[in-house]
């Protein structure tokens, strides 16, 4: 009942930048929480950074002020600034929101986007 679209991955070499984005469209009542996670081959997914209504954020500790997220409420997005990249930021992304539609406005469910690949090498 959320559908997420990821945009904005792909291939930048050390040192670079890249701008993920992330819309979401549907019978959205309200979107709360947004975050970005990713997930490197072999490894667990964790936690990039998060983003609430208001948009207080938190980010992963292996962040160090490298990314920024942020949100545009009316429009229903979330953005994933990163610059500096790594070969250790090569992942796959996805978004995430915890949002309620308009015929359950009382449930909040998590929904994930598909994932955007990120190659950050030379």
């Known amino acids: 009942q959320v559908q997420l679209v990821e945009s904005g991955g792909g291939l930048v070499q050390p040192g670079g930048s890249l701008r993920l984005s992330c819309a979401a469209s549907?019978?959205?009542?309200?979107?709360?929480?947004m975050a970005w996670y990713r997930q490197a081959p072999g490894e667990q997914r964790e936690l990039v950074a998060t983003?609430?209504?208001?948009?207080?954020?938190n980010y992963g500790d292996f962040v160090k002020g490298r990314f920024t997220i942020s949100r545009d409420n009316a429009k229903n997005t979330v953005s994933l600034q990163m610059d500096s990249l790594k070969p250790e930021d090569t992942a796959v992304y996805y978004c995430?929101?915890?949002?309620?539609?308009?015929?359950?406005?009382?449930?909040?469910?998590?929904?994930w986007g598909q994932g955007t690949q990120v190659t950050v090498s030379s």
């Open positions: 549907g019978n959205i009542f309200s979107i709360y929480t």
């Open positions: 995430t929101v915890r949002a309620s539609v308009r015929n359950k406005v009382w449930e909040v469910i998590e929904y």
């Open positions: 983003i609430t209504r208001s948009s207080s954020t």
